[in-house]
């Protein structure tokens, strides 16, 4: 599903190239539910937006299903990532001013346009309700973020990360911002849905119990990444 060769990355403070990513190589198989430990600075999220195509990588390459991505034009990128790729990130980024479904439905206002999004509106609201319904929020379509919990707000980005039908699930310390209890419901949510859907996951954090969850676990160690024996 996804292989990395020789990817490296440096960003520049006060005209000076600072080093975070030296080389990774890296590979995922297609369901593969697979956890990136490793310290802070390590390196784990640029990674994470690298195969995203958030970003581009200054060397080495990246591959998709067998496409190269690195290197692909930014309308091509933001087209991919609109529709094989989802997010789910620590601090949510929900619009504080539409409900749990609304902010559930954005990615398909975005990728419709208007003319398409209200032929296909009551389709996609179906699908948006279904997907709420799967991590528990029925009761709370028409909330807003600020009526709802960290561990509520965390499961509407899971429900808007899946709206689109992604391939690939990238979640970056999904887990950060949120106490103990809710934090092993998430989870375990994000296991089961992985399952359901048939998606594959990469969950970056530096709890070892969270990353517990996955098929694997690699670490990350000053811009490398390393396989246990």
Known sequence: MLLVKGITKSYSKKR?????????????RKGEFVSIV????????????????LDVPDAGEIYFGGERIDSLPSVRRDWLRNRSIGFIFQFYHLLPELT?????????MIRAGLLEYSFKRRKYRERAESLLGQVGLT???????NELSGGEMQR???????ISGPQILLADEPTGNLDAASAKEVIQMLR??????????ILVTHDRDIAAVAD???QMVDGTIVEPP
Do not use: D, M, W, Y
């Not at 749990?100 to 398909?108: F, Y």
């Not at 509407?156 to 899946?162: G, K, N, V, W, Y």
């Open 216 to 218: 694997r676990t690699v």
């Open 16 to 28: 000076l190239a600072i080093p975070v990513l030296k080389g990774v190589n890296f590979s995922v």
């Open 38 to 53: 490793g310290q802070s600075g390590s390196g784990k999220s640029t990674l994470l937006h690298l195969l995203g195509t």
């Open 192 to 201: 089961q849905l992985c399952t359901l859907h048939k998606l594959t996951v």
């Open 156 to 162: 509407t980005a899971i429900a808007r990360a899946l």
């Open 100 to 108: 749990a479904l609304e902010n559930v439905l954005s990615p398909l």
């Open 139 to 145: 009761h709370r379509l028409k909330h807003k973020p």
